[in-house]
């Protein structure tokens, strides 16, 4: 485990222009800024690197124990062995690995943080943990390489992605059995359901998605397009919108769970990957896997600040803590677990424009 020093972000460069040109520009740009100028608060939070952690081959997913003391991550490129990770969050000190045969990708955990639901890309199936013992308890087998989990809010269904086989399982956890598999896009990936009963697919290679209505399993309206690629999924805290990551779009969506409608569009970064929300709804974190960087977008604005995470190769997989505090991210191709803590910057007044 490395700790890294603090490192002064925000800088700009402007670009030249030429002349009369650049001066008129200039000055248009100053008018603007001090009409415009997002709101100090939106601009207080900014994110640093302060820790970081070796995993093992191809880190994806890191999830977070519903008491934050915990980070699991799994490990795409391990097979057979050392399949999850286990961190401190405090120290970062690993403390186990959970192992199974086959590749882990995606995680889900239930509110009491006893069990840990893990996707099985290569052999098909959902890994049922008991984190007393970091071991497997159960095998639930699901569709052809599933990926992103959902699970209901009573905790008796998790829905599972199945990328090569174009569905979607639904699996009763309390007989840890496959139900039934409903029909969906081309590469179905992002998955959520939100406490009212919608659950939605993100079809990656169809750049839709899907709406069904989680107790009768009906599909509730035609596919909605949803930006290029669209990978990662969440709902809101208060559970009136789902947030979608395009990659080739380089955006986050705001859909409107009743409707379906897509509401907005932000910038995620090139080449956004997970997404997370903080507890209160207000901002929304994006692993930029294109570049090296974090995205924050303040959902009450509408503004996104992009930060740097040093050293960091294709993040992938991200976590926030409830507060947004804390982010942990993963870097695909170096192998290290990344935490990135807020830093309050004071507020900064914006003169009154003449």
């Given at each position: 485990m490395r700790h890294l020093s603090s490192r002064t972000f925000g800088m700009f460069e402007l670009r030249r222009l030429g002349g009369a040109v650049r001066a008129g520009v200039l000055l248009l740009a100053c008018a603007a800024a001090a009409v415009s100028a997002p709101p100090a608060a939106a601009r207080a939070a900014r994110y640093r690197v302060v820790d970081m952690a070796d995993t093992y081959s191809m880190p994806k997913a890191v999830l977070l124990s519903p008491d934050e003391s915990?980070?699991?991550?799994?490990?795409?490129?391990?097979?057979?062995?050392?399949?999850?990770?286990?961190?401190?969050?405090?120290?970062?000190?690993?403390?186990?690995?959970i192992e199974f045969e086959g590749n882990g990708v995606e995680m889900v955990i239930t509110r009491d943080g006893s069990t840990l639901y893990v996707s099985n890309f290569r052999r098909g199936m959902v890994e049922v943990i008991d984190l007393a013992t970091n071991t497997v308890a159960a095998e639930i087998e699901v569709g052809a390489n599933p990926k992103t989990m959902a699970i209901s809010a009573d905790e008796r269904t998790l829905y599972v992605s199945n990328w090569s086989s174009d569905d979607v399982s639904v699996v009763d956890l309390v007989e840890r059995v496959e139900v039934r598999r409903l029909r969906v896009g081309h590469h179905p990936r992002g998955i959520a359901v939100s406490s009212s009963g919608v659950l939605v697919v993100g079809n990656h290679a169809d750049h839709t998605l899907s709406f069904f209505d989680a107790s009768t399993f009906d599909e509730i309206r035609d596919e909605v397009p949803c930006g290029r690629y669209p990978r990662h999924v969440i709902v809101s805290p208060d559970q009136r919108f789902f947030y979608v990551s395009a990659q080739v779009s380089a955006a986050v969506f705001q859909v409107d769970v009743a409707t379906g409608e897509v509401l907005q569009k932000w910038p995620g970064g090139y080449s956004p990957k997970t997404i997370d929300i903080s507890a209160d709804g207000r901002w929304i974190f994006s692993a930029a896997y294109g570049a090296h960087e974090m995205v924050v977008i303040d959902t009450e604005d509408g503004t996104a600040r992009d930060f740097t995470i040093d050293g960091i190769e294709k993040p992938c997989g991200l976590d926030a803590t409830a507060d947004g505090r804390r982010v942990y991210v993963t870097g695909w191709d170096d192998c290290h677990l990344y935490v990135m803590e807020r830093d309050e910057e004071p507020p900064v007044e914006v003169p009154p424009a003449e």
């Open positions: 915990t980070a699991y991550v799994t490990n795409f490129g391990r097979r057979d062995a050392k399949n999850v990770g286990i961190y401190r969050t405090d120290t970062l000190e690993e403390t186990g690995v």
